[in-house]
């Protein structure tokens, strides 16, 4: 395992982790990007778990099993695909943030592949 294979990793987890625990607490960030996109608070809560389970994976995956690890970051991908589309839905083109949270799992996918690959 490279050492940018691991920071990258590691960074993707933990900045969905802390976007987790925001979800699950009840952080006021959250609810009023939920109220922004018009995405109904109650999906605030499961889509905090989506983003804690990624990255749980993710890091099951560096250490344990790295197929997990890829499925993680697939996961991941998807889910910002998702946001991407709440956003462009409202108009919303203020898609800094948004790229930080979807390349990085975009680019651990690719090292992970790149790392665990048998071609």
Known sequence: MSTVHLVVVLLTSALNGSAAVAN?????????????????RSWIRPLGAVLATGSLGLLTGLF???????????GLVLYFLGALVAHLRVGDHRLGPWAVFFCLPVTALALNLAHHSPW
């Open 24 to 40: 699950l607490t009840g952080h006021d960030l959250p609810r009023r990007q939920a109220d922004k996109l018009r995405v109904p």
């Open 64 to 74: 344990v099993l790295p197929a997990v690890g890829m499925l993680a970051a697939g």
